[in-house]
């Protein structure tokens, strides 16, 4: 069993509040969570308004299944008008 772990920091523009981030970031969860099998959260950055840390998980059987998921999620996030891709890291645990 292998796990894939996706962390995407985001730039947020025209995010005046903590109430408009969050609208910017659910849509954005949501449509990953429709398009593609992972689980997905905010996971740090959550007093700051313009910017925003999202983790996203899969499981497979190898890390080849994964791989090239996570960088098609990556690639739809990096698309995204209301946000800019400002980092990203990717890790596989190996079960």
């Known amino acids: ?4 772990v996706l962390q995407v920091d985001l730039y947020l523009h025209g995010v005046l509040s903590l109430k408009q ?3 910017v970031v659910q ?3 949501a449509r990953c969570r ?3 099998p992972v689980s997905a959260a905010e996971v740090g950055d959550q007093d700051l308004w313009q910017s925003a840390r999202l983790g996203f998980v899969m499981v497979s059987s190898s890390e080849q299944v994964l791989a090239p998921v996570l960088q098609r ?3 739809e996030i990096d ?3 209301d946000a800019e891709l ?3 890291q990717v890790e596989y645990i190996h079960y």
């Open 1 to 4: 069993m292998v796990i894939g």
């Open 21 to 23: 981030k969050r609208g």
């Open 27 to 29: 849509r954005i969860l």
């Open 34 to 36: 429709n398009r593609f």
């Open 73 to 75: 999620l990556e690639d």
């Open 79 to 81: 698309g995204c008008a």
């Open 86 to 88: 400002a980092g990203c």
